[in-house]
C-alpha cells in the first residue's frame, strides 16, 4: 500500500478531535468527524441536508484528491448518506473540509460532536487531454448506453 503525506491543520472547531484515521489495517477510507460545539446539535429531518464542518484544512500533495464519501453503516442503518459523493477535495484547496450529509430517511437524525459522518479516500488523479478526432473507432456497444446491456 502506497502512502501520501499531508499536512493538516487543526482549526478551532476541530480541536479535541482524534485525525482521520483508518480503523483497519487495509481500509481504503479513513473517518471524518463532526466538529460541532460541545453540546451542539444537528437533527435532520426527512430529506434535509447539512453541512457538517470538520475541522480540518489540508495540503493534499500534488498529483493527489481526497475523495469524501458516505460511511455504509450510516446509509444501512438510518438511510444518511453524502451528497455530491464522490466529493472531491483538490490538492490546491486549503478551506475546511466539509460533509455535506443528507437524510434519506423518514425519521430524524442528529448530528453530536465527535460523531464518525463520513470517509475519505486519498487517491492520485490522472488528468486528461483532449485529442479531437473526426471519428472514433467502432465497438461492440457502440453508443448503447443507460440500460442497453439489460439486468441479467
Excluded: C, H
Excluded at 473526426?134 to 448503447?144: F, M, P, V
Amino acid at each position: 500500500m502506497k502512502t501520501a503525506s499531508i499536512n493538516v491543520t487543526v482549526l478551532p472547531q476541530g480541536e479535541g478531535l482524534a485525525l482521520p484515521k483508518y480503523e483497519t489495517e487495509q481500509s481504503a477510507g479513513m473517518d471524518l468527524y463532526a466538529a460541532l460545539a460541545d453540546g451542539e446539535a444537528i437533527t435532520l429531518g426527512a430529506l434535509e441536508r447539512a453541512m457538517i464542518p470538520t475541522g480540518l484544512a489540508m495540503a493534499l500533495p500534488a498529483g493527489f484528491e481526497a475523495q469524501v464519501r458516505p460511511r455504509s453503516g450510516l446509509a444501512a442503518k438510518n438511510g444518511v448518506t453524502v451528497l455530491n459523493t464522490p466529493g472531491t477535495i483538490d490538492a490546491d484547496y486549503r478551506g475546511e473540509v466539509k460533509v455535506i450529509l443528507v437524510n434519506m430517511s423518514n425519521e430524524p437524525f442528529t448530528v453530536e460532536r465527535g460523531m464518525r459522518v463520513a470517509q475519505m479516500v486519498i487517491a492520485p488523479v490522472t488528468q486528461g487531454a483532449w485529442v479531437e478526432v473526426d471519428t472514433l473507432d467502432e465497438t461492440a456497444r457502440g453508443a448503447g448506453g443507460f440500460g442497453s446491456t439489460g439486468t441479467r
